[in-house]
């Protein structure tokens, strides 16, 4: 159970382009979903947190314009890179925190890797 | 505000023997810790969990962690390292955002 999947799994993409990366909870529903970015050989840095048909909050320092985050329904989430460049090449990992009897823990996604040439 | 302090970005164990790895935290409230694994270009998997109940924890794959409030540590470990627990370990507090630490690789030797 808690199973969190994320797609697609890797992208490569030119810069100036957008790319959408979605987080899915396959077996319960999600009221809170979390981003975060991991540069090689490094922790885990939150980008923010959604909750489930409001804004999402964002960390210091992430600029919600170039990361847009969609939180539509219990089970989505999707984080939308806009005008990628190198610099956003990097491993995004979604979590989910679910609902009753879930609320305690992050469950997280495979991740994805994101390649700007 | 909540951190993690880990010690040690790589831990080398010989296979068979004990596999320790120290995790210290700070929290203003009383925490939620958690310890992930996490294999190459693969996200987190949950070793364990505490969350106020048991201090002593057990977890998936021969891994426990005690919760020490005196010492303010959440100590990982497991009596006999196996080839496959070679991977990056991670120590979080939370309950709501979770503040990770640097993380530990762990290599087996075998």
């Known amino acids: 159970g808690a199973v969190v999947s994320q797609h697609p799994s890797r992208v490569i993409c030119k810069s100036g382009t957008s790319v959408k990366i979605e987080c899915r909870s396959l077996d319960f529903q999600a009221t809170t979903m979390f981003w975060y970015r991991q540069f090689p050989k490094q922790s885990l840095m939150l980008m923010a947190t959604s909750n489930e048909g409001s804004k999402a909050t964002y960390e210091q320092g992430v600029e919600k314009d170039k990361f847009l985050i969609n939180h539509a329904s219990l089970t989505l989430s999707t984080l939308t890179v806009t005008s990628a460049h190198p610099e956003d090449s990097s491993f995004y990992i979604c979590?989910?925190?679910?609902?009753?009897?879930?609320?305690?823990?992050?469950?997280f996604g495979p991740g994805t890797r994101l390649t700007v040439l | 505000a909540q951190s993690v302090t880990q010690l040690g970005s790589h831990v080398s164990v010989s296979e068979g023997a004990l596999v320790l790895l120290r995790c210290n935290y700070s929290?203003?409230?009383?925490?939620?810790l958690f310890w992930y694994v996490q294999y190459p270009n693969q996200g987190l998997q949950l070793l364990l969990k505490y969350t106020s109940a048991a201090t002593l924890v057990k977890g998936i794959n021969g891994f426990e962690a005690e919760f020490k409030k005196s010492e303010t540590s959440f100590h990982l470990t497991k009596p006999s390292a196996h080839m496959s627990d070679a991977a990056e370990y991670f120590c979080?507090?939370?309950?709501?955002?979770?503040?990770f630490g640097k993380g530990n690789q762990v290599v087996v030797i075998p």
């Open positions: 929290s203003s409230v009383p925490p939620y």
């Open positions: 979590s989910a925190r679910g609902t009753s009897g879930l609320t305690d823990t992050q469950y």
């Open positions: 979080a507090v939370g309950p709501e955002r979770l503040a």
